[in-house]
T-cell receptor, first 111, second 113 residues
Framework: GENVEQHPSTLSVQEGDSAVIKCTYSDSASNYFPWYKQELGKRPQLIIDIRSNVGEKKDQRIAVTLNKTAKHFSLHITETQPEDSAVYFCAAKDGADGLTFGKGTHLIIQP | GAVVSQHPSWVICKSGTSVKIECRSLDFQATTMFWYRQFPKQSLMLMATSNEGSKATYEQGVEKDKFLINHASLTLSTLTVTSAHPEDSSFYIC?????????FGPGTRLTVL
């Protein structure tokens, strides 16, 4: 089955700086790569996703890049703000399968 | 986006009892729903895929006789934790698929004493 590795596990950045979280996946058949933000005790919220026919996608301060050859994808957050502090999960899926999640990155925005 | 609800939001039960958790898609029909478990400070782990009108597909290591899943309609899937034990205490989250996107329920926190 699919295996998703996520790094780093904790990331602390100064407010206003950029944050980058990286994930790799093992199943070349995976074709959908969402990123979720989860606040303590709450459900994961989809913040951005990318499909295998696209190399990059941007939504305001958030962008995701995908390298199918290397089987890795990254989340980029620019101009970070205190409300960006949360745990971020990457995931991968193939067709009708459920999502396989990375272990998560605790993003801390320092004021 | 689509709305998924879960009930109850939290439950405390005694060891050995069974607990049922409901997952509903409120404004769309979901032929496929997923059940995840999340232990404190850990990631979400897929437990099983629930398909309307057919048997659920369980992930490796998940006991199908312990975690009973029923997907009797296009808007409702239930997870029953049978003979619950303290090690089953966790945050259980369902998701429902609409087209290619998954929408998560708010989760159910189960505490087994």
């Amino acid at each position: 089955g699919e295996n998703v590795e996520q790094h780093p596990s904790t990331l602390s950045v100064q407010e206003g700086d950029s944050a980058v979280i990286k994930c790799t996946y093992s199943d070349s058949a995976s074709n959908y790569f969402p990123w979720y933000k989860q606040e303590l005790g709450k459900r994961p919220q989809l913040i951005i996703d990318i499909r295998s026919n696209v190399g990059e996608k941007k939504d305001q301060r958030i962008a995701v890049t995908l390298n199918k050859t290397a089987k890795h994808f990254s989340l980029h957050i620019t101009e970070t703000q205190p409300e960006d502090s949360a745990v971020y999960f990457c995931a991968a899926k193939d067709g009708a399968d459920g999502l396989t999640f990375g272990k998560g990155t605790h993003l801390i925005i320092q004021p | 986006g689509a709305v998924v609800s879960q009930h109850p939001s939290w439950v405390i039960c005694k060891s050995g009892t069974s607990v049922k958790i409901e997952c509903r898609s409120l404004d769309f029909q979901a032929t496929t729903m997923f059940w995840y478990r999340q232990f404190p400070k850990q990631s979400l782990m897929l437990m099983a895929t629930s398909n309307e009108g057919s048997k659920a597909t369980y992930e490796q290591g998940v006991e199908k006789d312990k975690f009973l899943i029923n997907h009797a309609s296009l808007t409702l899937s239930t997870l029953t934790v049978t003979s619950a034990h303290p090690e089953d205490s966790s945050f259980y989250i369902c998701s429902a698929r609409e087209l290619t996107e998954q929408f998560f329920g708010p989760g159910t926190r189960l505490t087994v004493l």
